[in-house]
Structure formats: C-alpha cells, structure tokens
C-alpha cells in the first residue's frame, strides 16, 4: 500500500499482482489492483478486476461499492443501483452505500426532470 500512497502506481500494480498470485483465493488483492488501475484510468481492467475479487468475496460490501461507483462513471446508473441494492441486502446500514445510493438517486432524478 505505500506503493499506491506514495503515487508509485506502476511498483503498486506490480506488487498487488504478486500478492494476487501468492494468495488467489484472497480478494484484497485484486480490488486493491482494481483501484489502482482506475487510477490509471484502465476502468475496463479495474471493473473486471473488482468483479474477480467479488466472485471470491461476494458478501464484501467495499469491492460492491467500488463496482457501483465506477459502473456510475461510467454511465451505467441503473447497474451501479443494482449494486447499490446488493450492498444494501447485505449490510443495510451501510452509510457509504446509503449516501452513494441518494446521491445517484438525486442525479437520476434530476436528469429525468431535465
């Protein structure tokens, strides 16, 4: 993680790659590398990348949350509630999801009034 703080993104992806590889059933990694190359602004890696971690930890409310925020970025509102609801089933209290979910809410909203 000093890798990603200290803005050294190419040593991040490196060294989450080799812990992803050390430990393939372990879903920090790989969201860890997804955030790292939708700092890269390689969206397309980083949502397959946080849908991989999702598959070995599906009841892990950050990785669903990193795949609703980024599905809304890139466009995909009614995939990102989607998501948004899936977090919500599983932990609904959870005050990121919450807020996300009224913000996109508001936006949707007011697109529509546009």
Do not use: C
């Amino acid at each position: 993680m000093v890798a990603l703080k200290e803005g050294r993104l190419d040593d991040a992806v490196a060294l989450f790659r080799q812990a992803a590889r050390d430990a393939p059933s372990y879903d920090k990694p790989l969201n860890n590398l997804g955030l790292v190359r939708e700092r890269q602004a390689n969206t397309a890696e980083a949502l397959k990348l946080y849908e991989r971690a999702h598959r070995l930890n599906p009841r892990n409310a950050a990785i669903l949350l990193n795949i609703a925020s980024l599905q809304n970025r890139l466009g995909k509102a009614r995939a990102a509630r989607k998501t948004l609801e899936r977090i919500l089933e599983i932990d609904p209290e959870n005050l990121a999801a919450l807020n996300f979910q009224w913000e996109t809410g508001k936006k949707t909203e007011k697109t529509e009034e546009e």
